[in-house]
């Protein structure tokens, strides 16, 4: 069984500083990794995806994430937070060996301070 | 292109009675994915088509719950009786490639209220 785990519901950043948001999973076997995210009255977006390549990732909107084996993390990172960027994000697992379904986290609400 | 489209965006009902909630996928993706979110708390998956075919059902609640996808196409879930605990926002998703290597784009999902 697979499971994310994001810490921080709610997470807010003045605009410029740095973003980081944090996802830890739970896999018996290597698994993919993915970063989504909402903005209001939308459908979920594709940030980033890790699939057994590079272990940093870059995104979409300047977002980046490294999968650390070692620490079971898979965080999400950006250096200067837009206004923009205020929408929820997801991070994401599936098996690649198994079904395509993606085990999701609760999701973490990013809040940008002007 | 068009995206994953879903109606109705808002859906209230009462306890007991019946909804339907339609996915048209982007077109040539045979994957569709239904999935749901309870207010707070995480998007659980509820099933898989590839086409017209039932993959994987294993999120589906219970019984109440119908899903069909007519000639591979559109989709359909459909709930009966409804519940209070049905409650939530239901997304549909697509993708054309398999063992997770594609992209799953998703709906703006429906949102449920069951009264």
């Known amino acids: 069984a697979q499971s994310v785990t994001q810490l921080g519901s709610h997470v807010s950043v003045s605009e410029g500083a740095l973003v980081l948001l944090r996802c830890n999973y739970s896999?018996?076997?290597?698994?993919?990794l993915f970063w989504y995210v909402q903005y209001p009255n939308q459908g979920l977006q594709l940030l980033l995806k890790?699939?057994?390549?590079?272990?940093l990732v870059k995104g979409i909107n300047g977002f980046e994430a490294e999968f650390k084996k070692s620490e079971t993390s898979f965080h999400l990172t950006k250096p200067s937070a837009h206004m923009s960027d205020a929408a929820e994000y997801f991070c994401?697992?599936?098996?690649?060996?198994?079904?395509?379904?993606?085990?999701f986290g609760t999701g973490t609400r990013l809040t940008i301070i002007p | 292109e068009a995206g994953v489209t879903q109606f109705p965006s808002h859906s209230v009902i009462e306890k007991g009675q019946t909804v339907t909630l339609r996915c048209d996928p982007i077109?040539?993706?045979?994957?569709l994915y239904w999935y749901r979110r309870v207010m707070g708390k995480e998007i659980k998956f509820l099933l898989h088509f590839v086409k017209e075919s039932k993959q994987d059902e294993s999120g589906m609640p219970n019984n109440r719950f119908l899903a069909e996808r007519t000639g591979g196409t559109y989709s359909t879930l459909k709930v009966q009786p409804a519940e209070l605990e049905d409650s939530g926002v239901y997304f549909c998703?697509?993708?054309?490639?398999?063992?997770?290597?594609?992209?799953?784009?998703f709906g703006p999902g429906t949102r449920l209220t069951v009264t």
């Open positions: 994401a697992v599936s098996d690649p060996f198994g079904n395509e379904k993606l085990t």
């Open positions: 890790y699939t057994s390549a590079a272990t």
């Open positions: 998703a697509s993708s054309q490639e398999r063992k997770g290597l594609g992209e799953q784009y």
């Open positions: 896999s018996s076997v290597p698994p993919y």
């Open positions: 077109s040539g993706h045979d994957n």
